[in-house]
């Protein structure tokens, strides 16, 4: 039988923590092994031959796994954009380019305290200048995302049944 599923699951460690997210049938597999345990499902059922399994939306695996210390989740347009909520820093606006605050040509780092989310029409105005030539304010303090945002590297965020276990 074939539903109209959600394409990926929230699996979390035994201890839940959120791990990754894995796609429809790696989360079927993990709940058939008896190597996960679903915690929340859409209310559909996936019926295979033998067994009737609810539909993962989030997962939480029956053992713990250690997991090492990952490297820092690198900025690029994409992360970028998805830190600041596609806002541009400068206006508020819908956002889809990234500028560095401190321009690059002028000494500026590309690093999460530099970069921020920028309209078109702002970047384009910004330039090379620095801030304070042009009387322009950032509306927030770029930094680096932090919780389990980051830890995601970025997968969409946008289950409404995943945010309880993501809370940072
Ligand atoms: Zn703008």
Same mark, same amino acid.
């Given at each position: ?6 394409p ?16 429809l ?57 998805? $830190?600041?909520? !596609? /806002?541009? *820093?400068?206006?508020?606006? #819908? ?9 690059? @040509?002028?000494?500026?780092r ?10 078109? $029409?702002?970047n !384009? /105005?910004? *330039?090379?200048?620095?801030? #304070? ?9 770029? @930094? ?13 965020v ?6 309880p276990?993501?809370?940072?």
């Amino acid at each position: 039988m074939l539903l109209p599923a959600p394409p990926r699951t929230l699996l979390l460690n035994a201890s839940l923590e959120p791990l990754c997210v894995v796609a429809l049938p790696r989360a079927v597999t993990l709940v058939m092994s008896g190597k996960a345990t679903v915690l929340e499902s859409d209310g559909r059922v996936l019926h295979s031959e033998h067994v009737v399994v609810p539909l993962p939306v989030v997962l939480s695996l029956t053992r713990y796994v250690h997991v090492p210390m990952r490297r820092p989740l690198p900025p690029t347009r994409r992360t970028v954009l998805q $830190r600041d909520d !596609h /806002r541009c *820093a400068y206006c508020g606006s #819908h956002a889809d380019t990234v500028d560095h605050v401190h321009p690059r @040509s002028r000494g500026g780092r590309h690093e999460w305290g530099n970069v921020v989310a920028a309209c078109r $029409r702002c970047n !384009h /105005r910004k *330039a090379d200048h620095l801030l #304070h030539e042009i009387g322009w304010e950032l509306r927030w303090t770029p @930094s680096a995302p932090r919780g389990a945002t980051a830890f995601l590297h970025g997968a969409a965020v946008d289950e409404p049944a995943w945010s309880p276990y993501l809370a940072a």
